[in-house]
């Protein structure tokens, strides 16, 4: 990876909307190479998709949670079944399994408290080999962001 395909991915970063036209103008070079560089990136798996940032709060979700749940059990069948349940949960953001006290982490937004506490009663609550849930809601969010940093 050299200069120019740092420079392709930090404006993609920017703008996945930029088309190929837009972008080789930008580097100073001509299209052709500019759409060869980002097919590369693409198959080579540092561009693994393009998305829209969409706006939690405009779309009614006024609630983020970071839920830490700590289980009793850590064997196989208990794990598999956690990650099959928690990839199927629109609900939740993110989850990164943890050092510390608690076993996994997990990003969760909601419209509301209610529909939050519904989301902690119904998907939660009902996990196999849970011991602890623990709460923090976010009372402002002051930065949100994917973009990686990309040093030249």
Request: aromatic fraction near 6%.
């Amino acid at each position: 990876m050299d200069n120019v395909d740092k420079k392709i991915l930090a404006l993609l970063q920017q703008d996945g909307k930029l088309s190929n036209a837009k972008l080789a103008e930008m580097l100073n070079m001509s299209e052709t190479p500019c759409w060869r560089r980002v097919k590369r990136l693409e198959s080579e798996g540092y561009i693994e998709n393009y998305q829209a940032n969409l706006n939690k709060r405009k779309l009614g979700y006024g609630v983020l949670a970071f839920v830490q749940l700590t289980y009793i059990a850590h064997d196989t069948k208990t794990t598999n079944d956690f990650i099959d349940i928690i990839q199927r949960c629109d609900n939740v953001l993110s989850c990164h399994n943890t050092t510390g006290g608690a076993d996994f982490l997990l990003q969760v937004v909601a419209k509301d408290l209610d529909d939050y506490g519904h989301f902690v009663d119904s998907v939660l609550r009902k996990l196999p080999g849970i011991s602890d849930i623990s709460s923090s809601i976010s009372l402002r969010e002051l930065k949100s962001s994917n973009r990686l940093p990309l040093a030249n």
